[in-house]
């Protein structure tokens, strides 16, 4: 059961600053639940228009409900307090005190305060039917007096109201004396018939029967009271949110992680959308348990609503956030807002604004809460994918911006490792290598469709082309078998049978084209036949990082043949391995189930390119039907697992084509794969490459958003030129070179692939590059786009290029950046012309210093010591000698 308080507003409340006015709120606590409303400044009539709902477990207990003064600097200020005692509401009519007046009362009796002034309070239990209006209702009244008199027996002294109540505020005392038992049930009865009848018999029917009721609560217009069937964030209402969200989803992609870090990243075995309800649903208790745990009270839950575009679904939080060594209790707002809901995957934002902290009007923090379906555990359970990362979102510039995020930062960190242990007691986590142990049996579990020659043929053959070309031939040989030879008359000799009129002609061309065509489409089946699953189940040979692609299904594909289906078939590129998949006739949404692995490499792959291709095109050309990019830098390998690709391409995104995936990406060697990648580049470069320590490489990972797997090789301090310089640190990985800068707290940061990378120039040191060579590097058209702010300028194809200059070790930094790209970005056939221009390059420099054209080589200075004697420097007659000394020692020197 619920007891729903409506907090309307206040009049004529004493003043408690010094300016004569109060910046009020109230405070309803009913046991251990608490809740606050929001502050009116300098306001002594202050209206809050808010509504709390509070559960009730003990009918003896007493709602309190406090009117404070804020303070930000010393403790709130006590105005007036009104105790209700729970089961006075119960006993009411309808379960309402309905819309009133109160008066508030002082905390005790030597308060020099004693006029606290009014608070119009709406009181009810959750019921099926609002609050109920009683004005004209005078025969429950009278008979509500009457249970009255009943009860009291004996006519008793006048006693006073609300407003003269005990020292402790309180109505009553649960067991007061024989007399005033007598007075307050009495009182209780008037105070009910006040609340029925607003008119002035009310009064005067309280007067003749001897009462004082001047601190009675005065009525006021009877106002509605939810029930809990009406709110809209009620479970079974919430149910059917979750519905018309998933029937409104337009497919859009699941956001990104936000920028500031990930809090959480966990497996769980709950399928998502019980995820998603035990965080968000009204009715969980999981927000209200971690909530108790963290310290926080006062947590008030608006319901869920639509915007007025009617597809932005939202509610409010108010909870006051737990007092830190560094900041007192203060009261948060938090706005949910469901970004994405298709039943399979959810995304919800939340942005906290704690306006009452130092600079808090001056950012926001969010929160991306995104719960996606995990792999599928070997006894059938479904699993989801929680990860929750955050930002901070600067509404005004603040140079107090890195203090702020640093903050945050631990105390986030603090609050959600409560979050992810309180969830644990609820859900049981997975561990994600447990999840990646399931490899084998997913995979096992995968079974191709079987195709009967017989049945594709039917189904490939069943056209208008060759049906008409075989009724075509079948009247053709009816017509021959009937007629009786022609004799030979103009060229015609035997053995060749010429057409005799141009009708004659006409027939024969139209059949010789028909059979050419059926004969290509049965080449073309006999092809397709022998590329039958070609690459599938095909082992992957040698250890280092074994690339697994499950090809499951397609949907949407593009019809571009007259049967208004395809014939595609898949081509999975990595690492230059290539792999086919079969095809599929006559199919729109085929069917595969077949699985490829790529020989292990040495690193870890970068992309995988995905293109799909239809086998018999318009024109009789390879069309392709969409194409699309798996950026394994930019993606977690855990969350390609079990995925649907959209394709791009005009075909593609005309139907909405996608790809069902499941990729898993696995390292063979262990630990050592890092130390032979990292031996095999020193050979390149000639220098010794230290193996970095985990918490560069965590902070390296974290720095650019990248997988676990990648790690550091090694980073320069250099200068990025564009329109002004900027000084900052190029780092380099196996996949990634990236650059990253803080220059007065603005960061600039970028990264893109090796083999985004067409050409790498080196400039000669000039002027405006200050005497440093500058390695020029030039992008693929359309790659790198991501990076493009960091580019100095765009060649006339529209290329990017990136200027790096003022290297610390040159010589080493040229080295390492063009052994690196050697090993990821170039062909067998561009590396060797570039080791053969490098060749030629010695030679010609060793036949130069043969010749004596070496460059004079003035970086070292020849010294040496000579003693001479100090009766040398006396006598001007041995100035000569002098010379002739230091002349010497030159000379020997």
């Known amino acids: 059961m619920r007891l729903l308080i409506r907090v309307m507003?206040?009049?004529?409340?004493?003043?408690?600053?010094?300016?004569?006015?109060?910046?009020?709120?109230?405070?309803?606590?009913?046991?251990?639940?608490?809740?606050?409303?929001?502050?009116?400044?300098?306001?002594?009539?202050?209206?809050?228009?808010?509504?709390?709902?509070?559960?009730?477990?003990?009918?003896?207990?007493?709602?309190?409900?406090s009117v404070l003064d804020e303070d930000k600097y010393f403790n709130d200020d006590f105005v007036g307090q009104l105790k209700v005692p729970v089961s006075l509401i119960f006993d009411a009519d309808n379960k309402s005190l309905g819309t009133a007046w109160y008066a508030l009362q002082p905390k005790n009796k030597k308060s020099k305060i004693k006029d606290c002034g009014e608070i119009l309070l709406g009181i009810c239990f959750?019921?099926?039917?609002?609050?109920?209006?009683l004005n004209n209702n005078g025969d429950q009244a009278s008979q509500l007096m009457k249970n009255a008199d009943v009860i009291t027996g004996v006519p008793?002294?006048?006693?006073?109201?609300?407003?003269?109540?005990?020292?402790?505020?309180?109505?009553?005392?649960?067991a007061p004396p024989k007399e005033e038992k007598s007075c307050s049930q009495k009182k209780f009865a008037v105070r009910i018939v006040q609340m029925f009848n607003k008119n002035s018999d009310t009064a005067s029917f309280a007067s003749n029967r001897g009462l004082d009721n001047t601190g009675l609560p005065e009525t006021a217009e009877p106002e509605a009271c939810d029930d809990e069937s009406d709110d809209p964030s009620s479970p079974g209402d919430f149910v059917e949110v979750m519905r018309e969200m998933e029937s409104k989803d337009t497919g859009n992609e699941i956001p990104s992680n936000l920028p500031g870090g990930v809090l959480v990243d966990q497996f769980y075995i709950i399928a998502p959308q019980d995820l998603n309800s035990l965080l968000f649903s009204p009715d969980s208790s999981f927000p209200r348990s971690l909530a108790d745990l963290q310290g926080n009270t006062e947590q008030e839950f608006g319901p869920w609503r639509f915007e007025s575009d009617g597809e932005t679904l939202k509610r409010v939080v108010t909870y006051i956030k737990a007092a830190t060594k560094l900041i007192k209790a203060v009261k948060a707002t938090e706005e949910q807002t469901y970004v994405k809901a298709d039943g399979k995957v959810f995304a919800v934002l939340l942005s906290v604004s704690t306006p009452d902290v130092m600079y808090g009007s001056t950012f926001k923090t969010e929160l991306l809460y995104c719960i996606t379906p995990g792999p599928e555990m070997p006894l059938g359970e479904q699993t989801s994918h929680l990860v929750i990362s955050w930002r901070m979102n600067f509404l005004q510039s603040t140079m107090m911006k890195g203090m702020i995020e640093s903050g945050a930062r631990q105390g986030l960190k603090d609050s959600f490792e409560q979050f992810a242990s309180t969830l644990s007691q609820n859900v049981k986590p997975v561990d994600v290598k447990d999840i990646?142990?399931?490899?084998?049996?997913?995979?096992?579990?995968?079974?191709?469709?079987?195709?009967?020659?017989?049945?594709?043929?039917?189904?490939?053959?069943?056209?208008?082309?060759?049906?008409?070309?075989?009724?075509?031939g079948l009247y053709a040989l009816v017509h021959i078998w009937r007629c009786p030879l022609s004799p030979i008359q103009g060229l015609e000799f035997v053995g060749l049978d010429l057409p005799d009129s141009i009708g004659e002609l006409i027939v024969c061309g139209v059949l010789v084209l028909q059979c050419e065509r059926v004969l290509q489409l049965l080449s073309r089946f006999m092809q397709a036949r022998v590329q039958k699953g070609s690459d599938h189940g095909v082992k992957a040979q040698g250890e280092g990082w074994l690339l697994t692609v499950a090809l499951l299904e397609g949907s949407n594909l593009a019809a571009v043949s007259s049967s208004g289906f395809c014939d595609p078939y898949v081509v999975f590129t990595c690492n230059g391995?290539?792999?086919?998949?079969?095809?599929?006739?006559?199919?729109?949404?085929?069917?595969?189930?077949?699985?490829?692995?790529?020989?292990?490499?040495?690193?870890?792959?970068?992309?995988?390119?995905?293109?799909?291709y239809d086998f018999d095109g318009p024109y009789d050309d390879i069309t392709s039907l969409g194409h699309?990019?798996?950026?394994?830098?930019?993606?977690?390998?855990?969350?390609?697992?079990?995925?649907?690709?959209?394709?791009?391409?005009?075909?593609?995104?005309?139907?909405?084509?996608?790809?069902?995936?499941r990729i898993f990406l696995n390292n063979t060697r262990g630990n050592n794969v890092v130390q032979e990648y990292l031996n095999k580049m020193e050979k390149e470069v000639g220098k010794k490459i230290t193996l970095r320590s985990p918490q560069t490489n965590s902070a390296f990972q974290k720095l650019f958003g990248l997988p676990s797997e990648e790690f550091l090789i090694n980073d320069f301090t250099c200068q990025l030129k564009r329109k002004m310089l900027l000084q900052g640190r190029l780092f380099l990985s196996a996949r990634i070179i990236g650059f990253h800068a803080n220059l007065f707290r603005q960061k600039t940061k970028f990264f893109f692939l090796w083999e985004d990378i067409e050409d790498i120039q080196v400039y000669s040191p000039t002027l405006s590059s200050i005497g440093s060579p500058t390695i020029v590097i030039t992008l693929r058209l359309g790659r790198g786009m991501d990076a493009r702010h960091g580019a100095k300028t765009q060649d006339e194809d529209g290329r990017l290029k990136f200027h790096f200059q003022s290297f610390v070790s040159f010589n080493v930094a040229h080295r390492t950046i063009m052994a690196l790209w050697k090993a990821r970005a170039l062909t067998p056939e561009?590396?060797?012309?570039?080791?053969?221009?490098?060749?030629?390059?010695?030679?010609?420099q060793t036949e130069e210093s043969l010749f004596g054209l070496e460059d004079v080589n003035l970086s070292e200075v020849y010294s040496s010591g000579v003693s001479v004697p100090i009766y040398l420097f006396l006598f001007d007659s041995n100035y000569c000698a002098l010379d002739q000394f230091l002349n010497g020692a030159v000379q020997w020197g």
């Open 9 to 65: 507003e206040a009049r004529n409340l004493p003043a408690t600053d010094s300016n004569g006015l109060s910046d009020t709120y109230v405070k309803v606590q009913l046991g251990k639940q608490k809740f606050k409303t929001k502050v009116v400044k300098k306001n002594l009539n202050p209206n809050w228009g808010e509504e709390f709902s509070l559960r009730v477990e003990d009918m003896n207990e007493e709602v309190l409900i």
């Open 126 to 133: 959750s019921q099926n039917n609002l609050f109920v209006d």
């Open 156 to 174: 008793s002294r006048p006693c006073g109201g609300l407003s003269s109540s005990s020292s402790s505020g309180r109505f009553e005392e649960l």
């Open 436 to 472: 990646g142990s399931t490899k084998e049996q997913v995979l096992a579990s995968l079974e191709a469709e079987p195709q009967s020659d017989w049945k594709l043929a039917v189904q490939y053959f069943a056209n208008f082309t060759v049906v008409s070309t075989f009724f075509i």
């Open 577 to 612: 391995q290539t792999r086919t998949s079969s095809i599929r006739f006559q199919k729109s949404d085929p069917l595969w189930n077949e699985i490829f692995e790529f020989d292990a490499m040495d690193e870890p792959p970068s992309v995988l390119d995905v293109e799909v």
């Open 628 to 661: 699309t990019e798996i950026n394994f830098v930019k993606s977690n390998v855990s969350d390609l697992s079990d995925v649907w690709i959209p394709l791009r391409g005009k075909l593609a995104q005309a139907c909405q084509s996608k790809l069902h995936l």
């Open 830 to 844: 561009q590396t060797a012309e570039i080791v053969e221009e490098e060749s030629e390059a010695k030679i010609l």
